[in-house]
């Protein structure tokens, strides 16, 4: 038996919020949307958001690096911008290809970018220099997922692919013809033992990446696109959000649906349910929204 209740609403973006990302305290997180402000939140003080930044485009992806407690902004048609959060100061910016860009992902000392180009961009994140483009597709690279124990990241397009690449050398391993239509989502199991793959079809694919990413399940999940998953802090859980409003939690082992947030049961959100964030903080889940809020729910199992 799953119990969900709503502990609140933050409020203060004009647009739809896009992006969410965990800080190194697990009470807070920060927050980008199409009105270009990026928000810094503290779930103990609920909707006092911090503005952190303002860029002139959307923002569809973050990053935080915790070591340097610097955020990482990807504007749309612009490029990247690093913010200082202690000073609140940018101390880099990279001009990029005037396209969108759907995800960032920091492994080591690489940013590895999701454009709207079909290209995947390497940067190094110390010297802020480009190491490699890949352009794997005339259609957008919509997510991106790591896997540092194959040593390999995965890449969902527009053209119903996964692409697998070499994380050390960049080179194509594998083409997956993975579903009907963009594939919005990508996330390894926490013990990398799957990567789970959510699409604009509205089917949720799981994948057996030990066995060379043979399709192990097939689950027709929403009844429209999947725009992210995440798994709980004890990887016991995981959950989808959708276009079609909801969001939805499962078992990680039988992959069984548990529990549906909605607006009918659960005063859910009133339009696309856009990102995740599974918290360490009370087994709270953030969710953001076009509807321009960010709801936080309490999951009690």
């Known amino acids: ?3 969900v209740e709503k502990i609140d609403s933050f409020t203060g973006h004009r647009d739809c919020v896009y992006a969410l990302v ?3 305290e697990v009470h807070r997180f920060f927050s ?4 270009g402000f990026v928000v810094k939140w503290n779930l103990q003080k609920p909707d006092v958001g911090e503005m952190i930044a303002k860029v002139g485009h959307s923002v569809y992806a973050l990053a935080y690096l915790p070591n340097k407690n610097h955020l990482w902004i990807l504007e749309n048609f612009e490029g990247v911008h690093v913010i200082d959060i202690a000073t609140k100061q940018e101390i880099s910016t990279l001009k990029l290809v005037s396209t969108n ?3 960032l992902q920091i492994y080591n000392n690489m940013a590895i970018i999701a454009g709207g180009d079909g290209v995947i961009s390497i940067i190094e994140t110390e010297s802020f220099s480009f190491v490699k483009h890949i352009k ?3 259609m957008s690279v919509r997510c991106l997922a790591i896997n540092p124990i194959e040593r390999e990241f995965a890449a969902g397009f527009s053209d119903n692919s996964i692409k697998i690449f070499d994380l050390q050398t960049f080179v194509l391993k594998k083409v997956i013809a993975a579903h009907q239509n963009s594939v919005f989502s990508l996330k390894y199991s926490p013990n990398f033992k799957y990567l789970l793959s959510g699409s604009r079809d509205a089917r949720l694919k799981i994948w057996d990446v030990e066995a060379g990413y043979v399709l192990e399940k097939e689950i027709v999940a929403h009844t429209f696109a999947i725009n992210y998953i995440d798994f709980s802090p004890n990887s016991n859980y995981f959950a989808t959000c959708s276009m079609d409003k909801s969001v939805k939690i499962w078992d990680s082992e039988s992959f069984k649906l548990l529990k549906v947030i909605d607006r009918a049961r659960h005063a859910g959100h009133g339009t696309s349910v856009n990102k995740l964030l599974w918290t360490e ?5 953030v969710s953001a929204s076009d509807d321009r809020t960010i709801s936080v729910w309490k999951i009690d199992f």
């Open 1 to 3: 038996m799953i119990k």
């Open 22 to 24: 965990k800080s190194d």
């Open 32 to 35: 980008a949307a199409g009105d």
């Open 101 to 103: 860009y759907f995800d």
């Open 136 to 138: 794997a597709s005339e």
């Open 281 to 285: 903080y009370d087994n709270q889940i």
